[in-house]
Each structure stands twice: as C-alpha cells, then as structure tokens.
C-alpha cells in the first residue's frame, strides 16, 4: 500500500512539471503573438491555455483525493499541499500567457508594440520563458539551490517593468492614453507570470526543508 502510495505522489510531481513545461509552451506563443501580429500564435496560446486547466483540474482531484484517503503525514503532506498551490499557480501562468496572445488577436492585424519598446517586451518574453523552464525544472529535480536561482532571477523582470513604465509614464510618450495602457497591462502580465514561478520555487523549498526561504 505505501509503495502504490508513493508512486501516485511521484505520478503527480511528474504531471506538475508536464503542466510547468506547457506554461513556457504557452508564453512563447503569446510573445509571438505579441510581436510577430501573428493570429496563429495566439489561437496556439488560447489552446495550450485550455489544455492546462483541464490537466490542473485533474491533477487537483487526485491530490485532493489522496489527502483524504491516505491521511499523508511530514515531507507526503507538504508534497500534496504545495503541489495543490502550484496547480494554481500554474493555471494562472496559462490564463496570463492567454491575456497577452489576447491584447494581440483583438489589434490584429495592428501590432501593439511601438517599435522603441519591442526590444523591452522581447525581454520580458524571453524571462518569462526562462522562468517557466527554470521552475519545470525545480519541480522536476527537487533542487534547492536551483529554486533559490529561480527566485532571485525575478529581479530581471522586476527590472524590465520599471523600465516599461518610465517609457510609458513619460511626458514625451507619442501614442496616447490607449497604448499606455495596453503596454502597462503587457508588462504586467509578464511580471505576473514571473512571480508565480518564483512562488513555485518557495513550494518546492517548503515540501523539501519543512520552510519557506525568507526572501
């Protein structure tokens, strides 16, 4: 019985990190939504997105299921708690990655981005990505050291959105109240996205030391 048990808790930690691997699947498509005006992309993005939350949902009844009827105990119940947080965390790094490829669909076939802030937004993509890659693979290993990377590896992002709302913020900006915004809720999107992966990392942390790292 324990070792059935201990196989479904490893069944789940290796459909977590599948469902971590589609979030970066999901926030490449929307940044070439984004940046490309490509439609394709962002139907792409909207269709990951689905499919993330119809796994999340079933990921969430096992583990809820197993908390019930195994009474887990020490490291088996931070497990199940903290993988219960990520699904969450999880369903919404797709429903984020779904909002940009979205800002994109409703301007095609206009782009959002004016050209002096492409390379900024790139940026963000391309954290953002990371991020998600970063987080699969803390989920994946269990490694300490690694989420501690992830977490501090926030700070880019952090960083990049300072600079998004200088531009936008600035006396000088060209393109009216509209873009502003759209712009700052792109930026948005992406630092959220970042910081559930650093939330991710916290998790692992917890289930392998029994604490959450201070910073």
């Known amino acids: 019985m324990r070792q059935h048990f201990s196989g479904q808790l490893e069944n789940m930690r290796t459909d ?17 939504a984004l940046l490309d005006t490509d439609l394709g992309a962002s139907e792409a993005c909207a269709d990951v997105d689905t499919e993330i939350g119809y796994r999340a949902q ?10 019930a009827l195994q009474a887990p105990v020490a490291q ?26 979205e800002v994109a669909r409703l301007h095609f076939p206009a782009p959002v981005v004016p050209g ?17 890659a970063a987080a699969t693979e803390v989920l994946r290993d269990r490694d300490c050291e690694r989420a501690l990377e992830l977490i501090r590896a926030d700070a880019r992002t952090d960083a990049l959105l300072r ?11 060209p393109y009216g109240a509209a873009s502003a915004v759209n712009i700052t809720l792109l930026g948005r999107f992406y630092e959220r996205f970042c910081d559930h992966t650093v939330e991710i990392g916290r998790n692992v942390i917890f289930v392998v030391t029994g604490d959450f790292p201070v910073a």
Do not use: P, Y
């Open 58 to 67: 079933e990921i969430d009844h096992r583990a809820l299921t197993l908390i």
């Open 76 to 101: 088996d119940l931070r497990a199940l708690i903290s993988g219960i947080h990520n699904i969450a965390d999880l369903r919404r790094m797709g429903s984020l990655a779904a909002h940009v490829a």
């Open 163 to 173: 600079e998004l709302f200088a531009v936008t913020k600035s006396d000088d900006w």
């Open 16 to 32: 977590l990190t599948d469902l971590c691997s589609l979030t970066e699947t999901a926030i490449d498509h929307a940044t070439r």
């Open 116 to 132: 002096e802030l492409r390379g900024v937004i790139s940026e963000m993509g391309v954290a953002a990505k990371a991020q998600a």
